[in-house]
């Protein structure tokens, strides 16, 4: 099995930055893309960042230059540090990665547990 295991939420006023941090382990041969969604209440799931394994990026419009998402593919890792945040930026982030598990097995999602970000004075 893989497991994808988050860090780095937490509470911060508007304007702040927080760092969300998520590794990826177990039986893993390869990880395609990697990225974070996030789901506010009462709103569907959104993709918030995305990243494949040779770097191209892609992000919501609302984060764009506010936000950055990096990996680590020695450390099967994905982070995203996020900057000037807004109270609309309120959520459960979510880390989502694409692995195969052996070189003959379709890749298929996994998904973190979440972790909370809240942005309020």
């Known amino acids: 099995q893989v497991q994808l295991v988050e860090s780095g939420g937490g509470l911060v006023q508007p304007g702040g930055s927080l760092r969300l941090s998520c590794a990826a382990s177990?039986?893993?041969?390869?990880?395609?893309?990697m990225g974070w969604y996030r789901q506010a209440p009462g709103k569907q799931r959104e993709l918030v960042a995305a990243?494949?394994?040779?770097?191209?990026?892609n992000y919501a419009d609302s984060v764009k230059g506010r936000f950055t998402i990096a990996r680590d593919n020695a450390k099967n890792t994905v982070y995203l540090q996020m900057n000037s945040l807004k109270p609309e930026d309120t959520a459960v982030y979510y880390c989502?990665?694409?692995?195969?598990?052996?070189?003959?097995?379709?890749?298929?999602?996994?998904w973190g547990q979440g972790t909370q970000v809240t942005v309020s004075s």
């Open positions: 989502n990665a694409v692995v195969r598990i052996t070189v003959i097995t379709n890749p298929r999602n996994y």
């Open positions: 990243i494949t394994s040779g770097g191209s990026t």
């Open positions: 177990g039986n893993i041969f390869s990880i395609n893309a």
